[in-house]
């Protein structure tokens, strides 16, 4: 069971997994976090429309317009969230919340280090996911 402490906790934590990778915790809060949205039913749309979008960045990491796609993936995760207000959305500001956390140090690092922090929090939203699934996410 996902408890807002276990939130807390991690919002604490993903910067630091997210420039120096990823570890048996955050697979732990992976799992968590994935189990608590696939059983409070966040629909698999905006889980995937998501993950699409940071897939499609991953395919242009070297372009000019990737700092640009992450900078509005926050403001775009935060319109995704407010479309739900007739709908239990706590999981979706959860998942929100969680993913903005990953991005900024992305943002705030310098290039060197652009890639390989977008690595670690690709496959960290990729653990996120697969857990969802796995939990019956649809």
């Known amino acids: 069971m996902l408890m807002e402490s276990d939130i807390s906790d991690a919002l604490r934590e993903i910067p630091k997994w997210i420039s120096q990778g990823l570890n048996q915790d ?24 998501a993950f699409g979008a940071v897939k499609k960045m991953q395919m242009k990491t070297l372009s000019q317009t990737f700092d640009l796609d992450l900078l509005l993936m926050k403001p775009r995760l935060a319109y995704s969230v407010e479309r739900r207000t ?49 939990e019956g996410g649809i």
Do not use: C, M, W
């Not at 968590?32 to 905006?46: F, M, P, V």
């Not at 060197?112 to 939203?125: A, G, H, I, M």
């Open 26 to 49: 955050a697979i732990t809060f992976a799992e968590k976090l994935g189990r608590y949205l696939a059983q409070n039913k966040l629909s698999s749309s905006q889980i995937r429309n």
């Open 86 to 134: 007739k709908h239990n959305n706590q999981p979706a500001k959860d998942l929100k919340q969680v993913l903005s956390a990953g991005i900024d140090p992305i943002l705030n690092s310098d290039e060197k280090s652009k890639l390989d922090y977008f690595q670690n929090f690709v496959n960290f939203f990729e653990a996120i996911l697969a857990y969802y699934k796995a």
